[in-house]
């Protein structure tokens, strides 16, 4: 294989160049990427990025330009987004209308975020997804804006944190009666709940936004369904991400008729000489029976940029990935970790008040350990992680946690 290219400036295509070199691979390496910044790390852009320190923020970049580029020996394509792909003639299309050869493609392109309709072009509505992003909101709140957030997810209750911590006002719209129900169970849905509003965030479950209120193409409000009308100098969406497979279509390369991601075997392949990492692929985990997965986390994209370049370069040896999904988020002076899968025919919750040291819930599918969630409980996260890995039973889980035998409250 002569020349790789990865297409996505992301923590899933810098993995990947950097495991096409750990491999041993000689020949040229591409990074392109739709932004005009060297990869960076999104997870503090909606955590400590946000925090008033009195100091300039932490750089995220992964890598500099001259690492990259000196010891890496990779070419970059930064600020020029792929508009189409050739699978047979193994040809990229280019924004800038070059075209980029290829004789093995690592796409790594992640998710855009979703947006409100009518918030387009409107001062002071963002989404939290790009660096460019988090420094708009960073500005804001040092401006000391009033705080909306659209969606009760991780990474808005991340941005509700943010402005608490600064003594802002800070308002979350959620249209679901629980928040994060269908990510973590109604318990610990409303464990989470409890934290928002036991550090002085409003939140608003079962509500629905009707549009958005300005005045001189500035957000001034958020209008609820109910017609009342939330004060607001900024609002933050958070409701999701869609695949960035637009330039994919037509290339041969299957994408998921629900959400258009790219659709992959278990070695990550999706086409002759196409692989796909990160946000952007749904693939068959092995750990799980073959559930198909999109993930939308840091850890699998890592695992998965760096299996998809080595799978590309040398395809007769390619591994299947077998993971255990695992993502963390900050909130207040809490973390929330979570392991596994939240699908489950039962959610046993061990404890649910903060504080305590066994707060935590276990989720069963069959007689297996699927999953954790904890609370400010890292060391132990960890080997629960492990015990999903070696696809501990429902009981020998039960027994480690210490309630073999107790009733389930899910």
Known sequence: MDHLVVVGA?????????????????????????ERHLPY??????????????????DPRFRTEEHLHDELGVALRLGVPATSLDTG???IGLDDGAELGYD???????????TLPGS???????????????????????????????????????????ARKRGLSATVVEALPVPLVRSVGEDMGRACADLHRDHGTDLRCGETVDRLESAGGAVTGVRLGSGEVLPADLVVVGIGVAPCTGWLE????????????????????????????????HFPNHLFDGEVMRLEHWTTAAEQGALAAKNALDP???????????FWSDWYDSRIQFVGRPSADEI??????????????????????????????????????????????WAEALEFAGVAGEVSRA
């Open 10 to 34: 992301s923590l899933a295509g810098i993995r990947a160049v950097e495991a096409a070199r750990r491999a041993g691979h000689e020949g040229a390496v591409t990074l392109v990427g739709a």
């Open 41 to 58: 790390d999104r997870p503090p852009l909606s955590k400590a990025f946000l925090d008033d320190t009195g100091c300039e923020p932490a």
């Open 89 to 91: 003639a193994k040809l």
């Open 104 to 114: 093995a493609l690592v796409v790594a392109t992640g998710g855009a975020a979703r």
């Open 120 to 162: 387009e072009g409107l001062s002071g509505v963002h989404a939290l997804r790009t660096w460019d992003d988090a420094l708009a909101v960073r500005a804001a709140l040092d401006a000391g804006a009033r705080t909306v957030v659209v969606g009760a997810g991780f990474i808005g209750s991340e941005v509700a944190s943010a």
């Open 250 to 281: 037509g290339s041969g390369v299957t994408l998921h008729e629900r959400d258009r991601g790219v659709v992959a075997d278990a070695t990550l392949r999706a086409a002759d000489g196409v692989y796909a990492a990160g946000d952007v692929v």
């Open 316 to 326: 007769g040896a390619a591994r299947e990935l077998g993971t255990v999904p695992y």
């Open 348 to 393: 046993r919750v061990v404890s649910a008040e903060q504080g305590d040291d066994r707060f935590l819930a276990l989720y069963r599918r069959g007689d297996r350990l699927v999953g954790t969630i904890t609370i400010d409980r890292p060391t132990q996260i960890m080997k629960y992680k492990r015990l999903i890995a070696q696809r501990a039973s």
